[in-house]
């Protein structure tokens, strides 16, 4: 059932949504140049790499070194926009149609993470990642690691039709306050080291 009304609502979503897509894709174009979409390996069901498709929102700008430059260097007023305002993860609706993701579910977090989780923290793989999730209407970036994980994995244990609906409703009103958007002092979330010392 979940997986029918994922494919039903992102099909919908990709059609209605088409012209914002074109708009924002001329936008990033002329803004932040090529390539439009930042695509990143990602792991999905049972951490099964994936392809992820978001709209960029950095510029690629290095230092004397060819190192490249922190997000808080790259990330434009435009692409904080794209950001604030979640514009940037509507491409992530094709892979919900594709079945990488669902529209409800843990966010999708890097590969190089999944050597540093304890088993409870693994098991956010246990369903597909999705666009939003629990965690993303309880704090979003501004709640710790701990305190996401320990809410992926209630969100594991108690997921329901009921209970999509309830964190799709809650996330356009996060949305449109754009509640929890970075934690302080970082552009999104400060990178996750390791499973913490009570576990």
Known sequence: MKRFVDVILSG???VILFPIFAV???LVRSRLGSPVLFVQIRPGFKAQPFKMVKFRTMKEIYDDNGNLLPDSERLTSFGHFL?????????????????DMS????????????????????????????????????GRNAITWEEKFRLDTWYVDNQSIMLDMRIIWI???????????SADGHVTMPPFTGRSLDE
Not at 83 to 99: M, Q, T, Y
Not at 108 to 135: F, N
Request: hydrophobic share 40%; proline share 6%.
């Open 171 to 181: 996330t356009i009103r996060t949305v449109i306050l754009r509640e929890g958007i």
């Open 103 to 138: 529209l409800v579910g843990p966010r999708p977090l890097l590969m190089d993470y999944l050597s540093l989780y304890s088993d409870e923290q693994y098991r956010r793989h246990d369903v597909r990642p999705g666009i939003t999730g629990w965690a993303q209407v309880n």
């Open 12 to 14: 919908i979503l990709l």
């Open 24 to 26: 924002l894709f001329i």
């Open 83 to 99: 950001r604030s305002s979640s514009l940037d993860e509507l491409p992530e609706l094709w892979n919900v149609f594709k079945g």
